[in-house]
């Protein structure tokens, strides 16, 4: 039997700030060392299932060596399985100019993966009286936690804090087995489903992938429309067009069967407008039989002055001007790699909170597109 190894958590916040317990006040070290007591002493089929790394804030500083305490803090981010913070609001100690520790380590977390990091906001904390550089470092974390506003429980009282703390990691471990589920579940592309999808020519595997992705749309509630589908992204309805490109990028006669896509955007919206009232977009989203690059994603849209970022899923592309809009998903070879990438997207825009900047430009799309429709009227 292959040796259990425990996941490793990583509890990030403030030691000396005190939080309420009944009617006096505790240390944020007391809810932590709690914490760690309580996560250790659970276990999963006979097994301890957590090891739980906290600082030892006072000895760090007291010692004097702050930056190999702060390297320390950041290593155990990068080896933690999940990240949670408990977020007062306080940077923390720095070295010399440097960031607080509390910033950096949420910072290295999310940078390493917003899946793996939980956040249960503090309130009513005390604090103890700061000088001019502590207080700039709270306002530099605070504006920056604000920015990025991860989906977060709040508590006041250590009971609360443990129950939150508790509540965010079940759902982190949940996540975290889905997402290795959909990777084990990708298989060799030899076999099984990914060899069928291999034997079809051009045609059929491009309309095998967009059927996959349709039939994921679905599943996030997208409800088909004439030519395409219509994605609700909180209060947006999303008109999504799906197309496959069934070869390598390099391969021109699979490249050219996607081509570009917007240039028919007019017709796109048209057709929709014809069932309901005026959807956001076009949005284009690409299934790839294999890798992309951002220098082939780019090359694609037709010209280098735009939004273009390498993800997880694949790569997103952004027209700042025109609002034009396209996602490329890699490695699509069946239906399960697809929706493995359809997930990733949808978790990268949930996490980074790009849902939202997409849909506006979605809006603004549509405007363009209205015009140019308009203008054909006349």
Known sequence: MADFRKLRVMI??????????????????VV????????????????????????????????????????????????????????????????ARGLGVCHAEFQQAWNDGPARLKVVRIGDVGTAPKDAAELKRDQAFQAYFDDLNPTSPAASDV?????????????AVAGLVKLGGREARKGRFAYGAPLDWSRLDFGHRKKAMEDALGGGLAEFGAVESSGGWLWPLGET??????????????VAAAREMVGQPFLHDHLFLARALGEREAPAGP?????CLKGITES???????????????????VYVS????????????????????????????EWLNATGEAANLAR???GRRRVVQAILDVQGD
């Open 32 to 95: 932590r060392t709690r914490l760690k007591r309580e996560l250790e002493a659970e276990s999963l089929c006979g097994e301890r299932l957590f090891e739980v790394w906290i600082s030892d804030n006072a000895p760090d500083q007291s010692q004097g060596d702050l930056e190999t305490a702060w390297e320390k803090s950041l290593e155990e981010v990068r080896k933690a399985d999940i990240v949670l913070v408990l977020y007062t609001g306080e940077a923390g100690w720095a070295p």
């Open 319 to 346: 027209d700042p001007v025109q609002k034009i809009q396209m996602i490329f998903l890699a490695n699509c070879r069946d239906l399960t790699t697809t929706r493995n990438a359809l997930c990733r997207l949808a």
């Open 296 to 314: 082939q994603a780019m090359r694609q849209l037709g010209f280098p002055d735009a939004t273009i970022v390498a993800a997880p899923f694949g």
């Open 283 to 287: 949005l284009h989203l690409v299934a």
């Open 361 to 363: 430009r979605a809006l």
């Open 159 to 171: 009971d609360a804090i443990v129950a939150r703390s508790r509540e965010a990691l079940r759902e």
């Open 12 to 29: 990030s916040s403030r030691c000396a700030s005190t939080v309420r317990r009944g009617d006096s006040r505790v240390s944020m070290t």
């Open 237 to 250: 309805s999303l008109l999504t067009i799906c197309h496959g490109l069934p070869g390598g990028f390099g």
